[in-house]
């Protein structure tokens, strides 16, 4: 037994950095299986420089405004980014609860699932050339940028007037949203030791654990009033509040430039000649490519219980063919055309980063499996009120922040997260969504329910902080913006994947439920069960034991246990990907300097 604890103690490891120029050293670590190959490059982290020279000038500027400000001023901006949070989940869990009201206004509520399918793609690819802009241009400037795209998304949606619009919409907002989480969390990786990471993570998450009281009054407010407003609101409020943290960000920026501790570069390129270079280093025709093939290949699956012929439809046929050329052609592009490639491909060849973002991947896919329609699922099955449905959809939130700090405490003391994800997060989480198969259907109560999401929320709050840092631990400062980037494109695309798998199971499924469950007299009025099928109000606006109702929620329940089954599925992936990784002791590795916490 206590060869067995030595084996899961986290032992040192040399970061992985992808330099072209030097070869990469294959060494042999005692691990948590056995011996573990490693490879290992020069560690650009030097205790002697205060500017890693090499580094890229958005790095070098994070690096001396480490220098040039005090811890005071640290503390000051965790408790910006706190509030920023706070804003957000506030924002986040509104847009969630309206999405289908909206939808349903538009007599179009089987798409909740596809209006966010195209947001979230682009929101996580667009976190790779985010990744060089910061690395590039500053931090400050990639968060202006966030800012000015969430505020657009917050004008569109206010002011939409069908589906469409309100997609592209979510496109902007999720694009400006993400990025600024993902700044904000860049930003805490540029001010906290290895080691505490986790714990300061877990700290900027916190403030789910608020929101989700306050959350369900507030939507109910506004969709007393009108769920424009809301958007409108948040149109105003986002850039008010943001523009605090912007002014802190540049002033230190400035005073190190002013001090002489930025090294200064003059690129010598003309205007076309920048946007030649920016168009190659950004990989704009990769990112073109992956995203369209992705959009092409997946929306079918959302939308081809509209079409006619079904499957058979020549659009459906064509979206499908030619999504899947286009991701052929992205990756004959990457290995043999691109320049410079939108993918770091050397670092995914280290087998902790890449575990930690398939890990990634599939916590989202599985959760926007379930998740999808478990909100209408709860009005109309469990009978809850708006304010009771977001409680019981806001417990993941609550909970996975709430056991993060857990997890990133006992990171801090011990340095491993491997063991921590083995013993602890991956069987807690499989329990939980595996008795949702049995749960989540008519007649159960919904205390049932809760429980499945208290396990679910407690073991993915070890396993997102355990994910990121084991990203952050295989490499150095230089390239943690681009490894948390590309866990970030990889949970987006995980989650789009998920939307749709969802979406065509719910569009497979629900109606022909329907048909089935629904009395005579009601199926007798197909323009009712059209209005039935695409419109939440019209199922809820049905008694409780009437036998309409029954038929609604006995189909809502057939397709709720399909969900519940494929995610519990989907989990069986997620073993592997933490099976991969290094066990690294993170209290061994310095990456920073200056004012870190």
């Known amino acids: 037994m206590s060869s067995f604890f030595s084996k899961l103690k986290p032992k040192p490891v040399d970061p992985v950095v992808p330099v072209q120029v030097n070869p990469v050293v294959a060494e042999n670590e005692k691990g948590m299986f056995g011996r573990q190959p490693s490879v290992t490059a020069h560690d650009t982290d030097s205790d002697d420089e205060i500017v890693d020279k090499d580094a890229q000038a958005g790095v070098q500027k994070a690096e001396v405004m480490n220098q040039v400000w005090g ?41 909740t699932a596809a209006t966010g399918i195209m947001a979230s793609l682009i929101g996580g690819i667009f976190r790779l050339p985010l990744a060089k802009i910061i690395d590039i241009w500053g931090r400050p400037q990639g968060y202006a940028l966030m800012v000015a795209c969430m505020t657009i998304g917050m004008i569109m949606m206010a002011a939409c007037n069908n589906v469409q619009t309100y997609a592209a919409a979510e496109v902007f907002n999720q694009l400006g949203g993400n990025g600024r989480s993902y700044i904000l969390g860049i930003l805490v990786a540029d001010t906290s030791s290895l080691k505490s990471r986790g714990f300061f993570f877990a700290l900027i998450a916190s403030p789910y654990i608020i929101t989700v009281w306050c959350a369900g009054p507030f939507a109910q407010t506004f ?40 090294p200064k570069r ?32 997946l929306l079918p699956f959302n939308l081809y219980t509209r079409q006619s012929d079904g499957w058979r439809s020549s659009m459906i ?13 992205f990756g ?75 997890a990133g405490i006992i990171l801090y003391k011990t340095g491993g997260f491997k063991w921590q994800s083995l013993l602890f997060g991956l069987p807690v989480t499989t329990l939980g969504v595996g008795l949702m198969i049995y749960f989540r259907q008519p007649g159960v109560d919904v205390g049932w329910m809760i429980l499945c999401q208290i396990l679910i929320a407690f073991g993915g709050g070890t396993l997102v902080i355990c994910e990121q840092v084991a990203g ?36 497979g499924n629900f109606q022909e439920r329907l048909l089935r469950y629904l009395p005579e007299e009601t199926l007798a009025n197909s323009t009712l069960v059209a209005e039935i099928y695409g419109d939440l109000t019209t199922q809820l606006s049905f008694e409780v034991g009437t036998p309409t109702r029954d038929g609604i929620t006995q189909a809502y329940g057939e397709a709720q246990r399909l969900m519940a089954a494929a995610a519990t599925g989907v989990l069986a992936l997620a073993w592997l990907a933490v099976f991969m990784w290094r066990n690294i002791d993170t209290r061994e590795r310095k990456q920073i300097k200056g004012a870190v916490l």
Not at 96 to 106: A, H, K, L, Q, R
Not at 230 to 258: C, N, W
Not at 482 to 496: H, N, R, W
């Open 472 to 507: 952050m631990a295989a490499t150095t400062h230089q390239y943690v913006a681009i490894v948390l980037a590309v866990q970030g494109m990889s949970s987006q695309i995980g989650g789009a994947i998920g939307q749709t798998v969802a979406s065509a199971i719910w569009q």
């Open 71 to 111: 811890k005071k001023t640290v503390f000051m901006i965790y408790g910006m980014i706190w509030c920023l949070y706070f804003l957000d989940a506030l924002e986040n869990s509104m847009t969630g609860v309206m999405t289908p009201y909206v939808t349903s206004e538009f007599q179009l509520h089987g798409l």
């Open 332 to 406: 004959l592009y990457e290995a043999y055309v691109a320049p410079v490639t939108c993918v770091p491909w050397v670092l995914l060849k280290n087998r902790t980063i890449l575990g930690a973002n398939i890990l990634a991947a599939v916590l989202f896919l599985e959760f926007y499996i379930w998740n999808s329609f478990f909100y209408s699922f709860l009005q109309v099955v469990a009978n809850l009120t708006v304010t009771q449905s977001i409680y019981v959809t806001n417990i993941y939130s609550i909970g996975s922040c709430f056991w993060s700090f857990v």
């Open 266 to 297: 003059n690129s010598g390129r003309t205007l076309m000649q920048s946007i030649k270079y920016y168009t190659i280093e950004y990989d704009l025709a990769g990112l073109l490519l992956l995203c369209g093939g992705l959009a092409l290949f």
């Open 317 to 329: 046929i064509c979206m499908i063919v030619f999504g899947g050329l286009l991701l052929i052609a």
């Open 223 to 262: 969709l007393n009033i009108n769920w424009r407003w809301a958007f409108g609101s948040f149109a105003i409020i986002t850039p008010v509040t943001s523009l605090p943290l912007f002014f802190v960000l540049i002033y230190h920026q400035r005073k190190a430039e002013r001090l002489g501790l930025i």
